[in-house]
């Protein structure tokens, strides 16, 4: 089955898009990794948002979020794959990179991941740029990522 990607920007999202995002990110981030937060956090209204789909299936999505908003650079955060092991989450990543490249002009891009996935981002061309830090109750580095001139 071919994967599709999806590319808007806030208010170019249908309601069942933006419903069923918002869905993943909250049985991914509250549900299974038991974090309470506030995902919905007024930086999606600014953001590009990317999703891969196989059939009528999301299977990654990410989104991109200017500079000054989520963080003091461009950002790439809210990363998930609901197929793990299929190489999507490395291709949703490379896609926000681009987006933020393509949208924001970013040079630059910083994201807040998770400890333990500090591999899977390096392999996208991110580098640990902090110590680690607690961020609603899981260990976090934030990493960065450079245009290579």
């Known amino acids: 089955m071919k994967t599709v990607l999806h590319?808007?920007?806030?208010?170019?999202?249908?309601?069942?898009?933006?419903?069923?995002?918002l869905r993943i990110r909250s049985e991914v981030f509250?549900?299974?990794q038991d974090c309470?937060?506030?995902?919905?956090?007024?930086d999606d209204q600014a953001s590009v948002h990317l999703w891969l789909t196989e059939g009528?299936?999301?299977?990654?999505l990410c989104r991109v979020c200017p500079a000054g908003t989520h963080m003091q650079e461009v950002s790439v955060g809210r990363v998930i794959t609901t197929e793990r092991g299929k190489g999507y989450g490395k291709q949703i990543m490379l896609e926000g990179?681009?987006?933020a490249r393509e949208h924001f002009g970013a040079e630059r891009i910083d994201i807040e991941a998770q400890e333990y996935?500090?591999?899977?981002?390096?392999?996208v061309g991110f580098r640990q740029s902090s110590e680690p830090?607690?961020?609603?109750?899981?260990?976090?580095?934030?990493?960065?990522?450079t245009l290579q001139g």
């Open 36 to 42: 309470v937060y506030q995902d919905m956090d007024r």
């Open 56 to 60: 009528d299936k999301v299977v990654a």
């Open 117 to 123: 996935a500090r591999g899977f981002y390096e392999q």
């Open 97 to 99: 990179i681009n987006a």
């Open 7 to 21: 590319k808007k920007l806030f208010r170019e999202l249908t309601v069942d898009e933006l419903y069923e995002l």
């Open 30 to 32: 509250v549900v299974e």
């Open 133 to 145: 830090f607690i961020l609603d109750g899981i260990t976090h580095i934030r990493m960065t990522w």
